[in-house]
């Protein structure tokens, strides 16, 4: 089995410039629902994350073009192919031209009480 980590991703407010008819238009903001759907891809796939609040963010593309957007940042506990796929799924679902994700720890504790797990 493989090992599971903690990883992030940085999950885009507004569409980008791949976005496909019926997603929404580029550069327009992602509604709540649109997020929803997301999130429960991922759940799916990882069996749960945390979302947080909203950052400002700043990258250069490798074509020179600036980018200043708010970002989502997700917590995610799951494998890398897991995670592989998650970031396929965001670069598409959000028409991105780019998504960062990257690994928090390879240590984590996940406890659960007797009632929990039936003991």
Not at 79 to 94: C, G, H, M
């Amino acid at each position: 089995m493989e090992k599971k980590s903690v990883w992030e991703i940085l999950v885009p407010t507004t569409f980008g410039p791949k976005t496909k008819k019926g997603q929404g238009k580029p550069n327009n903001p992602v509604k709540v629902r649109y997020h929803q759907v997301w999130d429960k891809k991922v759940k799916e796939i990882s069996g749960g994350l945390t979302v947080h609040s909203p950052s400002k963010g700043s990258w250069i593309a490798p074509t020179g073009e600036v980018f200043d957007e708010r970002m989502i940042p997700v917590k995610i506990i799951c494998t890398r192919e897991e995670f592989e796929k998650i970031i396929d799924f965001t670069l598409d679902y959000y028409g991105q031209l780019m998504v960062l994700g990257y690994k928090i720890s390879d240590e984590f504790i996940m406890k659960s009480t007797k009632e929990q797990t039936n003991e």
